[in-house]
């Protein structure tokens, strides 16, 4: 659905990228590692004296990148509905998901590996995956209901980022997909378990159906990348500086 007014694909990624990065740094510098790992070590006496205000700017940080996440969930519908080759683009996801992983692992988790937890890359996959079985099944309504819940139920075990909620996300995007009302409504539906999620589906409601100008491989790249520098600093350059 294309308009002559609005913001192009582009615009909304680079809003989704730049609140992400907001996000993960709280989740990555502030949470894993200022508040759980060294805060717990004998650097946790520096950090003690300003706890209060860590978790209040934390909050603040993580309640800017609520955004993103629902964003890359309706360009990823974008994407599948206009790309050439579903297998090249599910292939994409894939690779960038097992690159991702590690750098994922040291900025969230605090830990080369960790299978407890996978990143976004892996939610993206199985949603587009599920949204591609979709597809072949149109006029049989109890099958799309298997595949729907087939592909939440993988999401929650293997306990991809998001998880179910992030898969049914995707679908529900992809199903509302005629009618970009219903996309938003039903998309801040879908989010307002992780407030203030849903304010995505207000620049999402301004997408005028213009892929924009992108970088080719840039966007697949910034997600591990900025990841593995925030395990670095969390790691290694800020209990250096503090010591």
Known sequence: MKTKWGISGSVLKWFAVI???????????????????WGRSPLGNLFSDHWN????????????????????????????LHTRDVKKYAMRLGIFALISEIPFDLAVRGKF????????????????????????QKDV????????????????????DYGAMGVALIVVLYLMRESRFQQCITGAICTYWELPAPLAFIPIWFYNGERGRQPKWFFYWFYPVHLLIYGVIGSWILPGILL
């Open 19 to 37: 609140t992400m990065v907001i996000d993960h740094f709280g989740a990555s510098v502030l949470e894993t590692y200022m508040m759980n790992v």
């Open 53 to 80: 205000e860590l978790l209040r700017v934390d909050r603040i940080l993580r309640y800017i990148g609520r955004p993103a996440f629902p964003i890359f969930c309706f360009l990823l519908v974008e994407g599948f």
């Open 113 to 136: 590996f960790d299978w407890q937890y996978q990143n976004v890359y892996i939610t993206l996959l199985l949603g587009l995956l599920t949204i591609w079985a979709l597809k072949t």
């Open 141 to 160: 309504w109890y099958l799309r209901l298997v595949i729907a819940a087939a592909g939440c139920a993988l999401g929650e075990l293997v306990h991809c």
